[in-house]
């Protein structure tokens, strides 16, 4: 945030669960009282656990995920519409929904239910979209592809985009 402001823009900092729906609304009524209207929005949260065979997951696991991945950008999108909507006042804004190239491959032996998640969160992208265009709002999704970064680490394989980067056409992983 102080970066952000030294710079001369103007940031805040809210730790917020949003998986928790009354966590998600009082993040964004911070943002209100912040920033006036909200008009853009970056649904970025996203989480896995230890990679595993579909066979060896639990429901505390699999629904861990699919709440925080799934349910906390539904909760997100919901509250940015409220604000941005020409229907409820807004002027329009953009949603962009941070998917995985795992929604498309699938993550066999690894991942399966994370890509479902992002799988999921595709289609909430196509649907809000096609719902909302009118409404003056884009939404958009991004697949990242191998990029370099925590999640891999917290899945119990730091080395991950090493392994596979031969596996995309530059050959190498992408940077944060």
């Given at each position: 945030?102080?970066?952000?402001?030294?710079?001369?823009?103007?940031a805040l900092s809210v730790q917020a669960d949003v998986s928790d729906e009354s966590a998600v609304e009082r993040l964004f009524v911070a943002v209100d009282k912040r920033f006036g209207r909200l008009n853009a929005l970056i649904n970025n949260a996203g989480i896995l656990s230890a990679q595993m065979r579909v066979e060896q997951m639990d429901a505390t696991r699999i629904n861990r995920i699919l709440t925080t991945n799934v349910t906390g950008s539904f909760l997100c999108a919901r509250e940015?519409?409220?604000?941005?909507?020409t229907r409820?006042?807004?002027?329009?804004g953009s949603i962009v929904n941070m998917s995985s190239r795992g929604a498309v491959l699938g993550s066999p032996g690894e991942y399966v239910d994370y890509a479902a998640s992002k799988a999921a969160?595709?289609?909430?992208?196509?649907?809000?979209?096609?719902?909302?265009?009118?409404?003056?709002?884009?939404?958009n999704g991004v697949r990242p592809g191998l990029i370099h970064t925590d999640i891999h680490a917290s899945g119990g394989e730091p080395g991950?985009?090493?392994?596979?980067?031969s596996s995309v056409p530059m050959a190498r992983g992408g940077e944060p």
């Open positions: 945030v102080a970066a952000i402001e030294r710079a001369g823009g103007a940015a519409v409220r604000r941005m909507s409820h006042g807004g002027s329009g969160l595709d289609a909430l992208t196509i649907g809000l979209s096609k719902e909302v265009a009118g409404e003056n709002i884009r939404v991950r985009v090493s392994r596979l980067q």
